[in-house]
């Protein structure tokens, strides 16, 4: 009977250690299957024809060099030295380089642990934000120098008795020194309104979205050139334009209301649900 007792406790010993073993062993599966679903959900997996910011950069260096030089056109006194042609020509080449750019930035996958972050700080490509800060500054200042308009101190048509340095100084405020205003302002308006319009075309091939994006924006195109009187046609903007010059305030709101309205509809979803 004492032996009998004596060998049947090694075997109960040897099966709570087989339990807590078997137990160890679940709780390190069950460990690794929620890190591996932590990880899933960090780092979601690319979307189908998705690219790599790498991938389209020599694209954007290109769009964005294109973009800083017409932003230099636009200086009154290196304006004057070229073919009037070249102001129209540049502005109506911008359009179709826009929707180029729009389909390929809509394409960037910037890696999933950027998802929760505002659109300013997603955008993991300094070619992509360059070309579009640009892209943004040069369509501000044509538009400011022809409805003759400034946002306050900054003129992007400096006095014409001024020393040709104080002029380059106030050029380059509006411009270089506005830059990250303007790649936020572009981020609120210019990319999203880009990626709406380019979205159905992402969905045909390649080669035929890139035969109609640039067609479209050639239409945009020269309807701005019409509308801002650039071809010789009447200004559609006249009223506006008087608007503004009368009332300061009008122009600080549009400017602020055009940042913050669509960061307001893009919280409304997330509210209802």
């Known amino acids: 009977m004492g032996r009998a007792m004596h060998s049947r406790r090694p075997s109960g010993d040897e099966d709570r250690g087989e339990d807590v073993d078997e137990e160890a062993l679940e709780d390190e599966e069950d460990e690794g299957e929620d890190d591996d679903d932590d990880s899933a959900r960090r780092e979601p997996a690319p979307r189908p024809g998705s690219l790599r910011p790498a991938a389209l950069a020599p ?3 290109i769009t964005a060099l294109f973009h800083l030089v017409a932003v230099a056109t636009r200086f009154p006194e290196l304006a004057a030295m070229l073919p009037p042609a070249l102001a129209p020509a540049i502005l109506l080449v911008t359009f ?3 929707m180029i750019e729009g389909y390929a930035e809509g394409r960037i996958d910037y890696g999933g642990s950027s ?3 505002p659109l300013w700080m997603r955008i993991q490509s300094r070619p992509v934000r360059w070309s579009f800060t640009f892209a943004f500054t040069y369509l501000g200042v044509v538009a400011l120098q022809t409805w003759q308009l400034s946002i306050g101190p900054l003129d992007p048509t400096p006095p014409a008795g ?6 380059l100084q106030l050029f380059a405020m509006m411009t270089v020194v506005m830059a990250f205003p ?4 572009a981020c609120s308006v210019f990319i999203p309104a880009l990626r709406i319009v380019t979205a159905p075309f992402r969905r045909l091939p390649t080669l035929v979205s890139l035969v109609l994006l640039p067609l479209l924006g050639l239409a ?7 509308a801002l009187g650039e071809l010789g046609g009447a200004t559609l903007f006249a009223d506006v334009q008087r608007a503004l010059k009368e009332d300061p305030v ?6 602020v209301g ?5 960061s307001l509809l893009a919280m409304l979803p997330r509210k209802a649900s």
């Open 59 to 61: 694209l954007f260096v």
């Open 250 to 255: 009008l122009t600080v709101a549009a400017l």
């Open 115 to 117: 998802v929760e972050l």
């Open 182 to 185: 303007n790649y936020l302002a």
């Open 258 to 262: 055009s940042m913050l309205l669509p």
């Open 220 to 226: 945009l195109g020269q309807g701005l050139l019409y």
């Open 162 to 167: 001024a020393p040709l340095t104080t002029r």
């Open 96 to 98: 179709p380089l826009l």
